[in-house]
């Protein structure tokens, strides 16, 4: 069975990180999770607002978001009881790895992109 990965902050624009992991991603076989609330679909992909709002488990998340925002998003990352989470450049904010800490998830610090084998161009 494909590995789970959650997209945090999903795009549909192709020029964008979480655009361009999801479809590295799915090319590389995993099972992808668009997680976006401002976008319906993602390289038609159905995007779930939350991982919250995802039915099942999940295996890995990989977080595409700014700071402000991927310090809620570790919360919802530790309540879903997700055991990997990879923070890219730029997503890795101080503050979001504190809280990542404070929270007990099990964080890597790198582009996930490449850890799969895939350019992240």
Not at 11 to 27: H, M, Q, T
Request: proline share 6%; net charge neutral; glycine share 10%.
């Amino acid at each position: 069975m494909a590995k789970v990965v959650a997209i945090i902050g999903a795009s549909s624009n192709r020029n964008k990180f979480g655009n361009r992991a999801l479809r590295a991603y799915a090319r590389q076989g995993f099972t992808v999770l668009a997680i976006n609330p401002n976008e319906k679909e993602v390289e038609g992909h159905r995007t779930y607002a939350s991982v919250l709002d995802v039915p099942g488990p999940i295996d890995m998340a990989t977080v595409y978001v700014p700071g402000h925002i991927g310090v809620r998003v570790m919360e919802q990352l530790a309540q879903k009881g997700i055991s990997e989470v990879w923070l890219n450049p730029g997503a890795d904010t101080d503050e979001v790895v504190a809280e990542a800490r404070k929270l007990g998830l099990n964080t890597i610090q790198a582009c996930s992109i490449m850890a799969i084998g895939e350019p992240p161009y």
